[in-house]
């Protein structure tokens, strides 16, 4: 990778491993630890949206299979938070694949509506399969496991382990994003969004690639999800299935800049110290702010903010090249 | 044995009869020009060879195997490659991209890749526009891409969907030239084409479709003063 | 058997009034290319114009459609001419978006502004049904339906008599012909959006008596109509009627034949089949 982009990864851990310190706020923390996990929620929307370009609006369902796993392990099986985070990725990845095998047949604005009867299916399921999801009431989270990490028993009251788990997760996340930008299928989602009949006539096997693509996505809001089910310690299918959240996905990936791999981090950042800040003065209406924001960003900023950024840093070196060569 | 064979290859849509018991055969080497006036089924052909479309009946044979009903990606894998008649470039990036893409079918590392798609490039002239932006090229150019694009599949037959259509009579030579040198190179040519001076040019044999049937095949010269080929262009009094 | 026509008829006379949502949100892609997601706040915001002059000023909803369709119509091409129309040259998947920012908008400030809390019109005469042949027809609705009938029939004679109802059909037919015959298409697309907007908004008046009203109702409904939308085959007005009759008298037969909890999902499921199979919609006329 360039040299920059080292730079700008190990400034970003560094300051990641710095903050706990630093930063002694309950709320502030806690607003931190939101940014990370809307981070990873909507890293995993951009690499299915923005590199792929295939519009969701179901990935709530994919959260939701992770948020479920998750707590239904812990609950019934006694398995700790990291296992049970990793296996509700696993169980979404799992999830994701037939669903992609039927809605990748479609295109366009008709795969998107396809994603959002998908979505509605999961969540009437999760409120009627009571045997598996418990219904309307939802899984509670009372008591966490005492455990410890490498000697130290782990204050689950504190939040300090729930910044390191969400801090790990959204290197995770924005990891798989740098990987998958510059690896091979990173390069077929290029051009199935171009052109995708253009791409399956030069070899390039559109619906595998698609398949692939939706199965880290899935990993990601699966892990998102599980994340959720722990420091929140509720779930049910309003919480975790509805059709808010998948827009929330949408809105952060778009805000922050589709195809980048910084965006979802930027979009987390503007959306959610500003959304916490609007709801702990004004109690309700930050959603308000999110449509209007959004509204925004598309009229005057359609690459989003890190999109744009990135354009006019572009544009200023290619100037001065310009300007400094002659 | 043919390399590319149809047999009694059929597509229904609804009621219309695109393509009705079609059968011919390609020999390694050659270069085959399928014309016909417009409407007769030949860009519908190629779809279905190269599984854009699935046959209504018939059967489809590379090499002795079917390839009839497979997508397109598995198609091109087993070694036929085609150009669209509008071209299809990737255009937001660049030509080696384009044509990188391409030689990711057979060549894993990005460096072999895009070594490949340089050589290729090379071949088809368009080394120089190698950094431009595909969707800002003249049209001359962005069919140069569109063959480059086939050629670093490394394909055995190549399918070119009218060529040269839209080209000055000086950039048709340019490009005739170019479709020979691939044959040369060992790819073997089915083009459809409206433009006879390249048709006479270059193929050795012309398969003359009409309705979506075959009425003649043989050397160009003996296949376009067929009666039949005559009557299907200018009607029957010209016959 | 007595229930079987009594379903029926109750989803059909329902159905009606999905139609009109689903004709105003077919007719806005045929012509614009626009998936609307703020369609189902379109609704609502009618719902609760009629739910609010009823409330304050004693109007009863069937009377206030009047007044609120054409008011629709204008705030339609208001939302047009000042949000949207610098939004579409972005393309489809920034419009769909930014809908979905709107959508979001609307309901929230309603939800700020009117509370969360279930409303109802009560109408006078809604309490007790008609009984034409023994089936049980609540009033309400069979005036809603008679309206949307009438409606519907308007916009018919609109699209099929009129200059600029032709020149709706013929944009949405193929848009670069109508430009090289010298229609107007960014008139169009204002009046256009208008319409869909006025359609929706009606649909809600109508509604209003016979449904729950609440400010999130549009959610619910947005889906329904893409529903209707999809099965009649996107961008065909008659597509959209049968379509919504179709899901009215299948929701009503689900909800008693199938199950009340899964006759949502029946609607979803139908949708998923049409969309894989019969992308045209059921009756092939649908654009892609």
Redesign the interface.
Known sequence: MSRTAAIGWAAGVAALAVLPFAVRNVFLLHVVILVFMWTVLGAAWNVLGGFAGQVSFGHAALFGIGAYTTIILFLKAGVAPWWGILAGGVAAAVGSVPVGLICFRLRGPYFSLATLAVAELAKLVALNWEWLTNGPVGFLITTLPPLSLFGHPVDWEAKAPFYALAALLMLVALGSTAWLSRSRLGAFLVAIREDEDAAEAVGIDTVRAKVLTLALSGFLAGLGGGFYAFYFRYVDPDAVLNIGLSMEMVFIAMVGGLGTVAGPFIGAVFLTTIGEAVREHFQVGHLIFYGLFMMIVIRFLPEGIWGRARLAWARGRTGARRHGAA | MALLECEGLTRLFGGLRAVGSLSFEVGAGEIVGLIGPNGAGKTTVFNLITGFLRPSSGSIRLDGREIAGLKPHEVTRRGVARTFQIVKPFPGLSVRENVTLAAFLRHRSRGDAESEADGVLDRVGLAHRADARAGELTLMDQKRLEMAKALATAPRVLLLDEPMGGLNPSEVDVASAIVLKVRQAGVTVVLVEHVMKAIMRISDRVVVMHHGEKIAEGPPASAVRDPAVIAAYFGHRAA | METLVQSLVSGLLTGSLYAMIGIGLTVVFGVMRI?NLAHGEMVMLGMFAAYFSQKLWGIDPFVSVLAWAPLMFLFGMLLYRT?LR??VP?G???T???T??????????A??AWTGDYRTINLPYGLTPMRPFGIAVPAALAIGFALAVAITGALWAFLNRTDMGRAIRATSQNREAAVLMGVDVERVAVVTFGLGTALAGAAGVLLAPSLYLYPTVG?LLV?KS??IV?LGGLGSVPGAIAGGLLLGVVESLGAVYVSA??K??LG??I??LV??YR?AGLFGVGK?
Not at chain 3, 100 to 109: C, D, F, P, R, Y
Request: charged residues 10%.
């Open positions: 998936i949000l610098k939004v972005g489809e998947l920034n769909l978006l930014y979905a920012g709107l959508s979001l908008l609307v309901a929230n400030l939800l700020f959610e889906v893409f529903v999809v909890t899964y949502d999902g979803y499921v949708f998923l969309l894989l992308p892609s």
